[in-house]
C-alpha cells in the first residue's frame, strides 16, 4: 500500500547541516501522518517531528525544536527534514514512517517504514 524512501544521510561535522528526504508511493496520502525517528546503538526508537499531510500542520521533539524543521511537497509525494546546527548527539539512523489519522509520537502507531539512512555527526 505504502512505500517510503529515505535518502540523504551521510557524515557532517557538528554544527552542520543535512536535508533528509523521504520518497512516498501508494495511496493518496490526504488522511495520513508522516513522522521522523530515529535509532541510536543501544538506544530506544525516537520521535523526532511529524506533519499533517492533508494541513501542514507539524510536531516536533524538544530536542530537535528550532534546529530541525519537517515539511512536505504534495506535488512530489516527499517528506524533508531539514537538520541544522547538528551536534553529536543527533548521530543516528533516521527513519520515515506513516499512518493514518492523527499525529503521534509514538512508534508502534506507525504502519509503514522507510529502510533508514544514517546521520553520522563528527568532531
Known amino acids: 500500500q505504502v512505500q517510503l524512501v529515505e535518502s540523504g544521510g551521510g557524515l557532517v561535522q557538528a554544527g552542520g547541516s543535512l536535508r533528509l528526504s523521504c520518497a512516498a508511493s501508494?495511496?493518496?496520502?490526504?488522511?495520513?501522518?508522516m513522522g521522523w525517528f530515529r535509532q541510536a546503538p543501544g538506544k530506544d526508537r525516537e520521535f523526532v517531528a511529524a506533519?499533517?499531510?492533508?494541513?501542514?500542520?507539524?510536531y516536533y521533539s524538544d530536542s530537535v525544536k528550532g534546529r530541525f524543521t519537517i515539511s512536505r511537497d504534495s506535488a512530489k509525494n516527499t517528506v524533508t527534514l531539514q537538520m541544522n546546527s547538528l551536534t553529536l548527539e543527533d548521530t543516528a539512523v533516521y527513519y520515515c514512517a506513516s499512518r493514518r489519522g492523527v499525529v503521534s509520537t509514538l512508534a508502534r502507531d506507525y504502519n509503514h517504514w522507510g529502510q533508514g539512512t544514517q546521520v553520522t555527526v563528527s568532531s
Open positions: 501508494g495511496r493518496t496520502f490526504s488522511m495520513y501522518t
Open positions: 506533519i499533517k499531510w492533508s494541513s501542514g500542520n507539524t
